[in-house]
């Protein structure tokens, strides 16, 4: 037990160590090409959405599985460790960056104008708060309280599927 809360720690540290890396390059290309800084704000944004999705995707399948798995059990512990590395090292941080330079997006490049945008920041309010139903979700299963069938967690998987789906078409094709 203590290999694994040092093993948290250490993941924990390189989490941090990595997302203050990214707040000082941030600094320094906006320093560096204040002109080009909205072409790398666009870029880091991206990847963020990209690597929240991959985690709002695959959290809610560790949890169909995690629910046939015997409490107490090798399997069960092994899921635990999973759900919650991913939704600290990964989910968390990649929220928090989609957030920040998506709003700074918002604001540079159109003033927050816009039906499209006003739907978007809906929608990923929407996202946001399935991450927290699945954030609790995470301290559930980690006391072995979760109550939720396998068909509940199959279910809550497509919903970061379709709300993808909407704020890209809203994103790209802008349709009001």
């Known amino acids: 037990m203590a290999d694994m809360s040092n093993s948290a720690g250490q993941a924990m540290k390189r989490m941090a160590i990595g997302i203050a890396a990214l707040v000082v390059l941030t600094a320094l290309l906006f320093l560096a ?29 560790l949890f169909v599985y995690h629910v046939d798995a015997e409490k107490g059990s090798v399997q ?6 999973m759900e919650r ?16 330079f998506g709003l700074w997006l918002a604001w540079k490049g159109f003033g927050f ?32 309280k979760n109550e939720k069938p396998a068909r509940h967690w199959r279910i ?13 078409v809203l994103v790209v094709v802008k349709p009001f």
Not at 76 to 81: H, I, L
Not at 114 to 141: D, E, N, P, Q, T
């Open 33 to 61: 090409a204040p002109d080009g800084f909205y072409s790398w704000a666009k870029a880091i944004h991206v990847i963020a959405v990209i690597s929240w999705m991959a985690g709002m995707l695959y959290l809610p399948r």
């Open 76 to 81: 069960s512990e092994t899921f635990k460790v």
């Open 85 to 100: 590395r991913l939704l600290r090292a990964i989910i968390n941080p990649a929220m928090i960056v989609s957030w920040v």
């Open 113 to 144: 104008q816009g039906g499209w945008l006003h739907a978007k920041i809906a929608a990923v309010l929407l996202l946001s708060g399935l991450h927290g139903y699945l954030a609790g979700a995470v301290r559930k299963f980690a006391e072995d």
């Open 156 to 168: 809550v998987n497509e919903i970061p599927t379709l709300l993808m789906i909407v704020i890209v």
